[in-house]
């Protein structure tokens, strides 16, 4: 499959990475052409890399992610072009995270989402949130944690979280572990959820906190 991957950054190179190692060909995206950290990625990643602007991966990709930082979100997927996204499964990895007062907070919440802001802004997109809630290395390689772990997906189109499912179970993540929250507006709580995840990480040693559900 080709997937665009917009955004270079840690959570970008994770799943781009990983997704070349399953066999896609994957072009990353960024706001500028001559991006460093995507041409440095696309070197070393293996034959299905590529780079280029926004606009590019999204026209590239048959599936795309957002890893975009999410107060700029929907800066970055206006960019692309809606043309682009539009009919596309997109999966929405982004969280909305606040910094500018200091404090940890987000740009959105209660009553909103950011996957719901770009379902919006995008109504041909087919928006799936999911892997939000846990840390980049774990996003693309569960079996980092000794245990299976329980992870959130949502969205409003039935066959697009079945799509997503499909490739994080390639991941190897468990399907019974896969949880599906229903239509979009679930991604407030999965975007509040970076609030006691990101404290319970100042309190840890280790970089892959994350809390597993009880059934």
Same mark, same amino acid.
């Given at each position: 499959?080709?997937?665009?991957?917009?955004?270079?950054?840690?959570?970008?190179?994770?799943?781009?990475?990983?997704? @070349?190692?399953?066999?896609?060909? @994957?072009?990353?995206?960024?706001?500028?052409?001559?991006?460093?950290?995507?041409?440095?990625?696309?070197?070393?990643? #293996?034959?299905?890399?590529?780079? #280029?602007?926004?606009?590019?991966?999204?026209?590239?990709?048959?599936?795309?992610?957002?890893?975009?930082?999410?107060?700029?979100? /929907?800066?970055? /997927?206006?960019?692309? #072009?809606?043309?682009?996204?539009?009919?596309?499964?997109?999966?929405? @990895?982004?969280?909305?995270?606040?910094?500018?007062?200091?404090?940890?907070?987000?740009?959105?919440?209660?009553?909103?989402?950011?996957?719901?802001?770009?379902?919006?802004?995008?109504?041909?997109?087919? @928006?799936?949130?999911? /892997?939000?809630?846990?840390?980049?290395?774990?996003?693309?390689?569960?079996?980092?944690?000794?245990?299976?772990?329980?992870?959130?997906?949502?969205?409003?189109?039935?066959?697009?979280?079945?799509?997503?499912?499909? /490739?994080?179970?390639?991941?190897?993540?468990?399907?019974?572990?896969?949880?599906?929250?229903?239509?979009?507006?679930?991604?407030?709580?999965?975007?509040?959820?970076?609030?006691?995840?990101?404290?319970?990480?100042?309190?840890?040693?280790?970089?892959?906190?994350?809390?597993?559900?009880?059934?």
């Amino acid at each position: 499959m080709r997937i665009g991957m917009l955004g270079t950054g840690s959570v970008g190179q994770a799943l781009a990475t990983r997704l @070349v190692e399953l066999g896609h060909d @994957v072009c990353m995206g960024s706001r500028e052409p001559g991006n460093e950290n995507a041409s440095e990625w696309a070197k070393t990643a #293996g034959s299905g890399a590529s780079f #280029g602007t926004f606009a590019d991966a999204a026209s590239f990709g048959e599936l795309l992610f957002n890893c975009t930082a999410g107060a700029h979100s /929907l800066e970055a /997927l206006a960019a692309a #072009g809606e043309d682009a996204i539009a009919d596309k499964v997109l999966v929405d @990895v982004a969280n909305p995270l606040d910094f500018s007062q200091g404090t940890l907070a987000l740009t959105v919440t209660n009553t909103d989402s950011l996957a719901e802001q770009i379902q919006r802004a995008f109504p041909r997109a087919r @928006v799936v949130k999911a /892997l939000n809630t846990v840390n980049y290395k774990l996003m693309a390689d569960p079996s980092i944690l000794r245990d299976p772990h329980d992870l959130f997906l949502c969205g409003n189109d039935a066959e697009a979280k079945a799509q997503v499912t499909d /490739l994080l179970a390639s991941f190897g993540w468990q399907r019974e572990h896969l949880l599906d929250l229903g239509a979009l507006d679930a991604a407030r709580g999965m975007e509040a959820y970076l609030l006691l995840w990101l404290r319970l990480s100042q309190f840890s040693d280790s970089p892959l906190v994350s809390v597993r559900v009880v059934h």
